[in-house]
């Protein structure tokens, strides 16, 4: 497929246009990546946990973080009417407002879709009734990676989500 957009550049166009349209082509193509790509709910109400977890999967999914699950509830509903959707989620028992294994019943209560769920817990040995990958913390990547790849099909080990 050509670039039909080197062709509506003038020739008179100077090097500010063509770099501003350099810009546009990455933004596009950034924008066109992630758009396909899995996309992972990580709820952690400890902000740095949490982002340590999206790095941890950014290599295999597009995470979005929330430390709320009351603003996680509404994003994952109201989600599709805007083109949001979450092939899994990452959730933390300890959370405030309600526990994680109490937003996990309402999301799969409330839900057409089954999203699947990843629980952490930082208290060892929690007696936790849970079907479903669990994980203690500290958690490393392989673990917490190969976690997603067993519940959610779709994320798969290579950068674009794709099964290799």
Known sequence: M???????VPIWAGDEVRADLARFRARTAAIREVKHRPRVLVLEDEYVEAAVFARMIQDIAHPVIQTDPRQALSLVFDGPRSGIW??????DVMLPHMSGLE?????????????P???????C??????????????????DLVAA???CAPRIGPTSNGSAT
């Open 2 to 8: 050509s670039d039909m957009t080197q062709t509506v």
């Open 86 to 91: 979450f092939d899994a989620a990452i959730v």
């Open 103 to 115: 937003f996990v019943e309402r999301l799969h209560t409330l839900s057409e879709k089954r999203i």
């Open 117 to 123: 769920v990843v629980l952490l817990s930082g208290v």
């Open 125 to 142: 040995g929690l007696g936790v009734d849970f079907q479903g990958e669990f994980l203690e913390k500290p958690v490393g990547k392989a």
């Open 148 to 150: 997603l790849q067993r």
